[in-house]
């Protein structure tokens, strides 16, 4: 099936909020847990950079289960940044070590080669262009930082992406996010995709990696 692009930046109110409100929590901690399988080795003082933060649950899970890690998230969506906030502010345990920084990548105002570790959970699929992932990955991190970025995978047809959605939504979730969950699945890149992507990037040597029914793991460390 062919891809059909969904919406870049998450800056609707309504989307955002029905984004935040919705139990994420297996697919979360997930992803935490296979960066910690796969990259065990981060050293006290590591600054991760989490690519497409949103409402900062993924980046939360991950400071809150490496305590010594720093956590820099980076959205273009105010939307997102605003319950990020609030929700960084109610866990005062986490000791200021999460930043939030507004910015439409690839022209974020960050420092370059600057981050020990970068994160993005749900991102590729929104990107007009994929290649901004990679790059900002390669410009972002500090040569040998471990890549880690999870996303949806796009599925062969509509009605599979219908059964997914059936499967994996409960009619009391916001119509909002049935609906973007639907868009996504269908906005996903494929495993091939992601190969090319990564090839034309210089980035072959990173692992392209089916999940479950319905996600794509690709790590690696820069060289
Ligand atoms: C599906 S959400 C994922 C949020 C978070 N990583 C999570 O897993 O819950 C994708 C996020 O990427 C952001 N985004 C999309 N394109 C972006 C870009 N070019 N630069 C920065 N953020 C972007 C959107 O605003 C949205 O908050």
């Known amino acids: 099936m062919e891809r059909i692009a ?13 984004y ?3 139990d994420f929590s297996e697919g979360h901690n997930r992803f935490v847990a296979l960066f910690r399988d796969i990259f065990p080795d981060t050293s006290p003082g590591d600054v991760a950079l989490d690519l497409g933060c949103g409402a900062a649950d993924v980046t939360i899970r991950f400071a809150r289960a490496l305590p010594a890690v720093r956590v820099v998230g980076i959205d273009a969506a105010e939307a997102m940044l605003a319950i990020a ?3 960084i502010a109610a866990q005062p345990e986490l000791d200021g070590r999460i930043r939030l920084v507004r910015g439409h990548l690839p022209e974020a105002a960050l420092e370059a080669q600057a981050y020990d570790i970068i994160l993005s959970n749900s991102l590729l699929h929104h990107l007009v262009d994929p290649h901004t992932m990679w790059r900002a990955a390669q410009h972002y991190g500090k040569p040998g930082a471990p890549v880690f970025v999870m996303d949806l995978r ?15 939504t409960q009619p009391t979730d916001a119509p909002v996010l049935i609906n973007d969950f639907y868009n996504s699945l269908i906005s996903a890149y494929t495993p091939e995709e992601i190969r090319a992507q990564l090839d034309e990037a210089g980035l072959n040597h990173f692992t392209v990696q089916p999940l479950m029914d319905r996600y794509v793991l690709v790590h690696g460390r820069l060289r």
Request: charged residues 55%.
């Open 6 to 18: 969904e919406l870049e930046v998450m800056d609707d109110e309504e989307q955002a909020r029905g």
């Open 20 to 22: 935040a409100k919705a």
């Open 85 to 87: 906030r609030d929700a």
């Open 154 to 168: 796009r599925t062969e047809s509509r009605e599979e992406a219908r059964r997914l959605v059936a499967r994996y």
